[in-house]
Structure formats: structure tokens, C-alpha cells
């Protein structure tokens, strides 16, 4: 029989794989919070969770790598959650070539651009070993720093809070809700800055072209 902890686990691993793939808006930060008590509690240790963590957020990413590449840019365009026009796709393309695979780990921490880049990094023209090698640095770093500062965050509420595990569990799970939508509102307004600052800059050019145009034609 499983205990209460490693179910736990099982669950975040799960949501990690989910998340893994792209998908925006899965809940994980309240399983991150739950585990992280139960940590604190001496009930599973870190390091094995943390691991498992992070080999699931990497299958995630390498099923999302797989679908991209299978499906392709018109299939990643279609999804009206992204938002996403050809010149994001060029955009992310012109990164690519800057940066190299290192925009994978990039894109790990930097929300707006992560499923993009896990759905396209095929036909980018990165190989699956090498999408695998970049994605594992990103998926081991972003999921030791989640875990470890909610092991601290959780080390701190049970010293504030007392031996009430009841009600440290109720609260623990309403700042990991809370946390779940703080994260998702950042990554959300960060996208939608990003896209009216690029649609801004381009009606900038647009206007410039034709005013250029308006004074050459006089």
C-alpha cells in the first residue's frame, strides 16, 4: 500500500508530465506544495522526489517535442490558446539561431515562449538527442528550484502555524492555489505584453511605410 506521500508524488509527476508537453495553465503548484510538507513532515526525502520530478516533466517535453514534430507549425498555429501568428513562430526561429539549443533551457524559465518551444523545437531543426540533453538541464533545474523553495516555504509555515496538521494542510493547499494563479496570471500578462508590444511595433512600421510612401508620391 502506498503511502499518503508517495501518492502525492505520483500525482505531481503526473501533472509534471501533462505540463511537460506544453500545455499551459495545468495546476501543479499545489501537488509541488504538498510534497514539499511532506518533506518538511520526514515522510519522503528530497532528493528521490525531485528526481522523479524532473523525469517526468522530461517526458512531458519529449512527447511535446514529438507531437510538434509530427504535427508541425500548421497544427501548433491552430491552437487558439497560444495566440500564435507566423511571425511569433519567425521570432522564435530568429532565437533559435541566436541561441541555439540553449533556448530550450531558456524557454523552461520564461513562460510565454515555453510551449512554442517545445511543440516546434523539431522542425527548428533541433535533433531529438539534443532537445533531450537541453530539456533535461531545464526540466532538473526549474524542478529543484520549485521544490526546494516550497520545501522552505512549507518548513517555515509549519514552524509559524504549529502542530495543527490539519489546518497546516488546508492552508498549505490554499498558498498553493494561490500560487497556481499568481504564476498563471504572470505568464499570461507576460504574453499579452509581449503580443500588443509586437503588434504595436509593427503598426509603428506599417505607419512609417506609409507616411515614407504618402512623401515620396508628392
Known sequence: MFSSAWIANLVLDLLLIVEGTGMPGVPFQPAFFAVAMFITQGQVPFVPCWIFASLANLLGNVLGYLIGNKLGEPFVLKLKFLRLEPEDIEDLRSLANKYGPWVVVISRWFGPIRTPTILLAGTLGMNLPVYTLFSSMGAFSWNFAWL???????KLLLTILGANASQNWL?????????AFASL?????????????????EEDVNDNVDNHSEQHAK
Open 171 to 179: 492552508i498549505a493547499m490554499l498558498i498553493g492555489w494561490g500560487l
Open 185 to 201: 496570471t504572470v505568464v499570461m500578462g507576460a504574453w499579452h505584453r509581449y503580443k500588443n508590444n509586437r503588434d504595436s511595433s
Open 148 to 154: 526546494w523553495a516550497t520545501w522552505q516555504g512549507s
